[in-house]
C-alpha cells in the first residue's frame, strides 16, 4: 500500500476501521509519516470523523482513544490466545503452528499423525548423524539425495532442511515442548 502512493494519484486509503493499521506504535509512525510526505488521509467507514490531520482537540482525543482501544483488543486475544497454547501444550498436545516433517495434522483435529514416507526420510537422518559423526549438514543432504529422498515438495534435501530435523530430535522421540513446558507429547515418536 506504501509502495504504491509513490507511483498512483491517491488522496484518500479507505478502511473498514483503523485497528488493522496500527499493529505496534512503530506501524503508526511509519504509516503517519508515509501517508502525510504524499498529502493521503485515511477514510475508516466505521469511524467517520476519523484523519490524521485533525488539528480538533476533540477528535485528537476520541481518535486516541480508539487507537488505544485497538491495541488493548489485540493484547487481549494474543493473551486468549496464548492461554490456549499453553494449555494444548501441558496436555502434550499439538499447540499448532507449521508440523514437524515427519507428521501430518489429522483433517478437523489437532492430533499429529506420522506420515510414514516422512518418517523414514527422518530415521535416515539420524542413522546418518550417528553412523558418521563428522559429517557436515552438507554431506548428509547430499547422501540423502543421493540416495533418492526429497522433501514434503518433492524437491532435494538442502543443510537447512537437515538441520530443522536435527533439532527436533526431542520432538522425534515423543517429547513435546512450548516455551518453558517439557511434557510427553501426544504424538507417537519416529526414533
Request: aromatic share 10%; proline share 2%; glycine share 8%.
Amino acid at each position: 500500500m506504501l509502495l504504491d502512493l509513490k507511483w498512483r494519484d491517491v488522496k484518500y486509503i479507505v478502511v473498514l476501521n483503523t485497528s488493522r493499521l496500527w499493529r505496534a506504535d512503530i506501524v503508526k509512525i511509519i504509516i503517519h509519516r508515509e501517508l502525510k510526505k504524499h498529502k493521503v488521509d485515511i477514510k475508516s467507514i466505521e469511524q467517520p470523523n476519523y484523519s490524521i490531520y485533525t488539528y480538533d482537540p476533540n477528535d485528537f482525543l476520541i481518535n486516541g482513544m480508539m487507537e488505544l482501544l485497538d491495541q488493548y483488543q489485540r493484547l487481549e486475544i494474543a493473551m486468549k490466545l496464548g492461554r490456549g497454547r499453553r494449555k494444548k501444550a501441558e496436555q502434550g498436545g499439538y499447540a499448532g503452528g507449521r508440523v514437524a516433517f515427519g507428521y501430518k495434522a489429522k483433517k478437523g483435529s489437532k492430533i499429529l499423525a506420522i506420515d510414514t514416507k516422512q518418517a523414514e526420510t527422518v530415521k535416515r537422518v539420524f542413522d546418518l548423524r550417528h553412523s558418521h559423526s563428522t559429517w557436515s549438514l552438507n554431506q548428509i543432504a547430499e547422501q540423502l539425495n543421493k540416495e533418492g529422498y526429497t522433501t514434503s515438495k518433492g524437491k532435494r534435501f538442502t543443510k537447512v532442511q537437515i538441520k530443522r530435523i536435527l533439532d527436533r530430535e526431542d520432538f522425534y522421540k515423543g517429547i513435546y515442548k512450548y516455551g518453558q513446558i517439557e511434557v510427553k507429547g501426544k504424538h507417537q515418536p519416529i526414533i
